[in-house]
């Protein structure tokens, strides 16, 4: 499927619980990725309009990576309630399927954010290529539990420098035993990114092009 990639596209997709999610797509004319971006906490404001998810959802299509992002549960237009942490596994792994769906025999890569990360790396498919955790707490849910963590498949952890929630070395004692697992710090950026998510557009296109063999 080709769609022209500054349009987003209106997807709407189920969990395996039947819950009832929001989300849109861009995918360029030349796609030779998609990524599934989640967004932070919901509790605290997050949704996928966030500054961190908007700046990769319209950055990646320009480097030939399509892009899917979602509301989780409780979020604006999408069914259910918060499920804290747990239930939105339900949300990432759907939104999972849905991007398979939409461009099947294409690398598909987990990019969460926050919140958005711990899910995101404790949700799995079959088809997933690698995981990204973007200043994630690596707390909201359990680390031990995460599956990228035990995965061979190539995993990235990006942590702020000044990151008010996970410190560089914190995150690096508890990923120190995970697989195939890279981590890296964004220099004079917060737990919140303002004004430093071009660092994190420009590692996370590097590792999805590193991974799947294309410069």
């Known amino acids: 499927m080709n769609t022209d990639a500054g349009i987003p596209q209106k997807a709407n997709f189920t969990t395996s619980d039947g819950v009832s999610l929001e989300g849109e797509f861009l995918i360029p004319a030349s796609t030779r990725a998609i990524a599934v971006l989640s ?39 999408s069914g259910g309630t918060h499920g804290d942490g747990k239930l ?53 849910l359990e680390p031990a539990q995460m599956t990228a963590g035990s995965d061979e498949r190539p995993t990235l952890l990006l942590v702020p420098e000044n990151d008010q929630f996970r410190s560089f070395n914190e995150a690096q004692s508890i990923s120190a035993e995970w697989a195939e697992t890279k981590i890296e710090e964004i220099p004079q950026a917060d737990h919140f990114l303002v004004g430093r998510t071009q660092p994190v557009v420009d590692l996370v296109n590097s590792f999805i092009a590193e991974t799947v063999g294309f410069s």
């Open 39 to 77: 967004h932070p906490h919901p509790l605290y404001g997050g949704d996928m309009h966030n500054n961190v998810v908007q700046a990769l959802f319209e950055a990646l299509p320009e480097a030939s990576i399509a892009t899917l992002r979602y509301n989780f549960r409780g979020v604006r237009n």
């Open 88 to 140: 939105e596994v339900l949300d990432a792994q759907a939104a999972f399927e849905c991007a398979v769906n939409l461009m099947r025999s294409t690398p598909l890569f987990s990019v969460g954010y926050s919140f958005g990360a711990d899910v995101s790396l404790t949700a799995s498919e079959t088809a997933l290529a690698g995981w990204v955790g973007i200043a994630t707490p690596l707390a909201l």
